[in-house]
Structures are given as C-alpha cells and as structure tokens.
C-alpha cells in the first residue's frame, strides 16, 4: 500500500489516521515508509549553534530567549574558521548533514557574507547544509540560495490554534511568509514542530496538517520532543508537573501520520532523543522516521552520546542513507 503526496489533507483525514489501532497504523506506516525510502536507512545529521542566546523572541520553550531567565549568555556569531573546523569533525564522525543554527529574530545583512561562506565551505566538504537564521528578507533568501544552501529550517512549531499560547513577538503568517521566500529562492524547505507543549491530540492533527497542506510538502520535516528547560515557561510547566511530558506511544503516533501524511519527505527524529528509551526510538525508526541528530549537542541541550547511539544503530541493523539517495527525495 502507497501514499500519492497530497497537499489537500483534512484535519478528518489526519484525526481518522491518528485513531487507528497501533499496529495498524505502524504497518501502513512502514508500507509507505518503505514504498519511497530504503527500509533501514538514516540521514545523520549534526547541529552546531553558531550564534547562541540574546534572541529577543519569547518562544516559551527555548533557553535563548533573551525574556528568560535561563543563564545563557547572548554570544556574537563565531567564526567561520571555527565552523568549517566543527564540520570537518562533524564529517569525520559520520554525519552527512551540517546544520548550522543562529538565535536571532532575523539575520542582519552584514552577517550575510560570513554565512554564506560558511555554507560554501561545508559544501565544499561533500556535507549537505542546513540553516536556521529566523525570519528572512527575499535578498537574504536569494544570497544564501545562491551560496548553494541546501536547506533552511523554519519551523512552524505547534497548531494554528495553540501557536499564540506559545509565542506572541512572531506569527504563525511570518513563518508561513519566510517558508514561501525560501521556496521562491529555490531551496528545500525543512519545516516541522515540538511535540510536548501542553497542546491536545487536536494541535498535533492542526500541525501536521498545517504542513501537508503547504504548496509543497517539506523536504524534511523534524518532530521535537520537548526538552524542559528552567527557566523557559514550557519548560517550567513540564518540570513542576502542570503540563506532562508527551506520552511515548503518542509520539510515536505522530511520527506514523507524518510519515504518511508526507510520504517522500525526510522525516527527523529530532530533540529529546536523549530521554526516550531504545525501545521508543526503535518504534520511531519503524514508524517512519529516517534521519536523527548525532553529537552530544543540539544548539543548548544536550543529545544521546555517540557510543549509545553505535550500539542501538547496531542492534537495529540501521545503516547511513546513501547521499544520492536523499538528493533524489530532496
């Protein structure tokens, strides 16, 4: 059973998927997933923070927002020596792409020509390239187009409905707004959210759907499980018990319908990595999910330790997707 790649998904589709008994949805999940990927192939992809804190945004779960009392130090955008070394390293330990991400509302166009070094230079190693800069002008969008970025992650978070519970200095149009001039400059588009807000099985189908329904779909779509952060009010709400962590098998669920809602997308298994059993993320892996971060670092939280990780891909038969392969479903 395959999935054709639809954009006119409905929220009755989405809810109807995410209610199927378990077993039923992962087999129609694996079918799809396995219709357009390779069974047991993962994209592995490392983050590096390359401007870190002082951002003046108020997302609710994030340790750089300058509104938070978190005790990160708003630091200046590093060096573009200093990336191409991380990235060599990143390449060295296996990764195939580089993603490089930068705590502003928006760049300022005199980082521009740093950045679009940096995106050459990472290139120039055979490693796929993906940034996360905030909110972009169309010049911006065209000069790192033009750089030869491959990606550039906006993420849209949560629902239409939940999103204004979750950030106000932004919103959801503005995101929506940047995806579409990252399109017109002709890069792919890594776009997906964070399971674990507080939000209902109703904004994760809102969410979801929000995605599928794009002009295009995403080319690679990364779920976040939640990383409670002190000081952040998502994380706050997590840490005191107000608002419980995402249910395991819920998350689960949720990388299934995306898998099937997006079928040639890339789907991420992305933050919080570090607190799911093995178990769990082999139920991901199955569900549909076929790239991960590695590197004990993701932007401010911390991520499983390389060793874990070659012992749990080991066990699992899971082998590096082909490069050629994810240029062809990019």
């Not at 740093?114 to 490693?127: C, P, S």
């Not at 507080?198 to 002009?215: F, N």
């Not at 779509?221 to 706050?236: E, Y």
């Not at 933050?271 to 590695?294: K, P």
């Amino acid at each position: 059973m395959t999935e054709t790649t639809r954009t006119d998904w409905t929220r009755a589709e989405a809810a109807a998927l995410f209610d199927l008994p378990f077993a039923d949805l992962m087999w129609r999940a694996q079918n799809v997933h396995r219709a357009n990927f390779a069974a047991n192939e993962v994209q592995f992809s490392t983050l590096l923070s390359i401007k870190t804190g002082g951002c003046p945004e108020d997302c609710g779960y994030c340790s750089q927002s300058a509104k938070w009392g978190t005790g990160v130090k708003a630091e200046k955008l590093i060096d573009v020596a200093a990336v191409l070394d991380t990235a060599r390293a990143a390449k060295e330990a296996g990764a195939q792409r580089f993603c490089m991400g930068a705590a502003w509302r928006n760049p300022a166009d005199r980082h521009i020509p740093a950045l679009v070094e940096m995106v050459e230079g990472v290139r120039a190693m055979g490693l796929e390239t993906c940034m996360t800069l905030g909110m972009l002008s169309d010049p911006q969008a065209e000069a790192l187009a033009g750089a030869g970025l491959d990606y550039y992650n906006h993420n849209l978070d949560t629902s239409p409905e939940h999103y204004p519970e979750i950030i106000t200095t932004r919103t959801y149009d503005d995101r929506l707004d940047t995806l579409a001039r990252v399109r017109a400059a002709g890069m792919n588009v890594c776009c997906g959210g964070i399971i674990g807000m507080g939000e209902s099985r109703s904004d994760r189908i809102g969410l979801l759907v929000a995605l599928a329904t794009l002009p295009e779909h995403p080319q690679s779509v990364p779920i976040n499980a939640l990383v409670p952060i002190a000081g952040t009010p998502r994380g706050d709400a997590m840490l005191v018990g107000e608002k419980p962590a995402i249910d395991g098998l819920e998350f689960v669920r949720t990388i299934a319908v995306a898998r099937i809602m997006m079928p040639r997308s890339v789907v991420r298994l992305s933050a919080g990595r570090e607190a799911m059993s093995d178990e769990t993320q082999a139920l991901c892996l199955l569900a549909g999910a076929n790239s991960l971060f590695v590197g004990n670092r993701l932007l401010t939280t911390s991520n499983p330790e390389a060793d874990r990780d070659a012992v749990l891909f080991a066990r699992l038969g899971v082998v590096p997707m082909a490069m050629e392969r994810a240029s062809e479903f990019a």
